[in-house]
């Protein structure tokens, strides 16, 4: 799998939009882009995933990068409930474990 | 739709114990994984299962530690002669099969376990 490259922190404001970053320079074609998060010791939940569109669900949207070197994923509307440590990882085919990096630690502040 | 089943949610066992974890799979679920948590660390994946067959047990510590996934039943993650360096969070995944699309791995909430 890919090595992913996360800030370590951020913070945003309540009910603005957050961004987060990740540099995937060494991805393969086909391995996919998929975003955990984690809040406090709960398990991981999943967000998203793509390959090389954009993509929107009812949580959040992935942007990638054409060269597919990076992504961002965009938390349109963060609420407090939204602090959490987010995981972006590139992760191959049917079957393959997910490698956690250290994510970036979000905090969304009133 | 049940999501992933994991218990208990806390276990505690003294030095020299064995630990069972279980864990149910969402349903129509079929590919099994296992993460630990060790405090301040970050997830890191230990096996991974198919109904009665280990695929990838690159993670699993060569000794104490064994898997399984049986036909009917939960997947068991078990530990023998427990020490306190296995006190961590032990997450189940279940993820349906077919192809990276949609294989995506659904998490449970965890066992976690503290060896006194």
């Known amino acids: 799998d890919a090595k992913t490259t996360q800030p370590t922190s951020m913070d945003c404001a309540e009910g603005r939009a957050a961004n987060l970053p990740c540099n995937h320079s060494?991805?393969?074609?086909?391995?996919?882009v998929y975003w955990y998060r984690q809040i406090h010791s709960q398990g991981p939940q999943y967000i998203i995933h793509?390959?090389?569109n954009n993509e929107t669900n009812e949580m959040a949207s992935l942007i990638i990068t054409e060269d597919r070197k990076s992504s961002t994923l965009i938390l349109p509307h963060a609420t407090l409930r939204d602090t959490a440590v987010y995981y972006c990882?590139?992760?191959?085919?049917?079957?393959?474990?997910?490698?956690f990096g250290q994510g970036t630690r979000l905090t969304i502040n009133p | 739709n049940a999501g992933v089943m994991q218990n208990p949610r806390h276990l505690v066992r003294r030095r020299g114990q064995e630990a069972r974890l279980r864990c149910s799979p969402m349903?129509?679920?079929?590919?099994v994984y296992w993460y630990r948590q060790l405090p301040e660390e970050g997830l890191k994946f230990m096996v991974y299962?198919?109904?009665?067959?280990?695929?990838?047990e690159s993670g699993m510590p060569k000794e104490r530690f064994s898997a399984e996934f049986p036909k009917e039943g939960p997947s068991i993650l078990r530990i023998q002669q427990v020490v306190r360096g296995d006190s961590a969070a032990y997450f189940c995944?279940?993820?349906?099969?077919?192809?990276?699309?949609?294989?995506?791995?659904?998490f449970g909430p965890g066992t976690r376990l503290t060896v006194l």
């Open positions: 349903k129509g679920h079929s590919h």
């Open positions: 299962l198919q109904k009665e067959n280990i695929i990838d």
């Open positions: 995944a279940s993820s349906h099969t077919g192809g990276a699309s949609t294989d995506t791995q659904y």
């Open positions: 793509g390959l090389k």
């Open positions: 990882i590139a992760s191959g085919d049917a079957g393959q474990k997910l490698v």
């Open positions: 060494t991805i393969s074609g086909n391995e996919y």
